[in-house]
């Protein structure tokens, strides 16, 4: 059974940062693309970021500079460390998983995910 679990999520001001986690069981981790997407209230779930198993990554433009996708491969773990958060970053982030090294970042190409944890930034 796959399972994506996200933890680090919660509540900072503007500017601050937050380190989000993703645990996965279930799967042969180190096949797998793996990304972070997010959705805000009334928005559709938009991707983040995402990573191939070799670390190669890919990101959403109004990521670039502030947000950084790694993974260990050993522990079957996922990160997303978001620096100087804005209010507009306030939204459920989820954690992806999908076969193959191809990064996407529309979230239709993803087969698994999480529950998701809640970002809260205010200003």
């Known amino acids: 059974q796959v399972q994506l679990v996200e933890s680090g999520g919660g509540s900072v001001q503007s500017g601050g940062s937050l380190r989000l986690s993703c645990a996965a069981s279930?799967?042969?981790?180190?096949?797998?693309?793996m990304g972070w997407f997010r959705q805000a209230p009334g928005n559709e779930r938009e991707g983040v970021a995402v990573i191939a198993s070799d670390g190669g990554a890919a990101y959403a433009d109004s990521m670039k500079g502030r947000f950084t996708i790694s993974r260990d491969n050993d522990k079957n773990t996922m990160y997303l460390q978001m620096n100087n958060l804005k209010p507009e970053d306030t939204a459920i982030y989820y954690c992806a998983a999908r076969v193959g090294s191809w990064l996407l970042l529309q979230p239709t190409a993803y087969n698994y995910w999480g529950q998701g944890t809640q970002v809260t930034v205010s200003s």
């Open positions: 279930g799967i042969t981790y180190s096949t797998y693309c």
